[in-house]
């Protein structure tokens, strides 16, 4: 079982040892968990008046993929709930995707294998007495961390800065692009993530990014990624995809983003969901140049626009950039540092707004 630390306080965070519960009750009692010993909590608060409904008590832990992985897949934990009055436990009301392998009504003891979503999962419940009086209600949830992210595209997002005519700028240890901002703005706002790369393909290890890896690869289209998509999967088990392409022999249309986007629901049907960013491309210094990126991103942003089966968020890049934030490179295509930063901005911003994702809350 793994073991965890209810604290009514600060918001709950975990590492590779440790899950950590955060609760808001108006209930008084103990609860209690293990792994290799136990570990115990208190819920603190005051009881509701005579008639009235009991008010709603909110927990939430956080759970570490290698926990889960340590655990045999499964989330095994003691729901926190104040069982002290005689004859008193615990009624499922909502269960959330996946299998509840064993239940105790009378300590909370719960074993949960998470289902389809790898985020976050939600369990109702209330605790009645012998009489079937309701006297709590709860709700907890289970934030799956760290979040899987594969960065993938092309030299932006490997982070060039400068193509001097023969080689690309800043050296491969000193590329960040936007992805050093991505990673501190999420680890400030306490979202864990992990980069991923094939191979641990990585830039950025020398100028402070923490998780250098990613999958941007100079002077490669959209063709190239399609072809290298189940390979890369199956190395890397990513949860989300950040996907920068078509500046490299820009076509007239973003019909290769769906072809993309095809072989990943592919994919997706014998494998885990996963959830696409997919940016429309950056403005260029050249007008001409600059013109068909508008053609391809009117056109990307229909195609995306029409899936509305699909995992897929729009993160509009071109419509934060201007070309003042592309650098004064002769080709005119990656952007410079504060380019990159409003990059990082827009990729934040759409992966909070997709809801993809959570974390537990004070």
Request: with cysteine.
């Amino acid at each position: 079982m793994l073991g965890f630390v209810l604290s009514t306080q600060s918001a709950c965070s975990s590492s590779d040892d440790d899950a950590s519960v955060t609760t808001e009750g108006t209930t008084e009692g103990t609860t209690e968990g293990s792994t290799e010993g136990s570990t115990e909590g208190t819920i603190e608060g005051s009881t509701t008046g005579v008639g009235e409904p009991p008010a709603l008590q909110l927990s939430c832990e956080a759970i570490s993929a290698s926990q889960l992985q340590n655990n045999g897949g499964v989330i095994s934990t003691v729901l926190p709930a104040d069982l002290s009055a005689t004859g008193s436990q615990i009624e499922i009301q909502i269960f959330p995707e996946g299998q509840l392998a064993s239940f105790d009504a009378q300590t909370g003891a719960v074993d949960y294998v998470p289902g389809g979503s790898r985020f976050s999962a939600d369990l109702a419940y209330q605790v009645v007495d012998a009489n079937n009086n309701v006297l709590s209600t709860h709700n907890h949830q289970w934030v799956i961390n760290p979040v899987r992210i594969m960065p993938l595209g092309d030299s932006i997002t490997a982070g060039v800065e400068f193509f001097d005519g023969s080689i690309d700028l800043p050296p491969q240890e000193l590329r960040v692009g936007y992805r050093k901002f991505l990673y501190d703005s999420l680890s400030e706002q306490g979202y864990p993530i992990d980069f991923m790369g094939q191979g641990g393909q990585s830039a950025g290890a020398d100028a402070g990014l923490a998780d250098p890896e990613n999958n941007g690869y100079p002077g490669v289209d959209i063709d190239f990624l399609i072809a290298k998509l189940d390979e890369q999967l199956s190395e890397d088990n990513v949860d989300i995809i950040l996907l920068h392409i078509g500046t490299n022999n820009t076509p007239a249309d973003a019909a290769g983003i769906d072809q993309w986007l095809d072989a990943l629901d592919v994919w997706e049907a014998t494998n885990n969901p996963v959830i696409a960013l997919v940016a429309t491309i950056v403005p260029e210094r050249d007008e001409t140049r600059n013109a068909e990126t508008n053609i391809f991103n009117n056109d990307l942003r229909q195609r995306v626009q029409a899936r509305v089966s699909d995992k897929v968020v729009l993160a509009e890049q071109n419509q934060a950039l201007t070309l003042d934030d592309i650098s004064s490179e002769a080709i005119g295509v990656h952007p410079n540092i504060e380019g990159y930063q409003k990059m990082a901005n827009v990729w934040f911003d759409a992966l909070i707004n997709s809801g993809a994702l959570e974390k537990c809350e004070p």
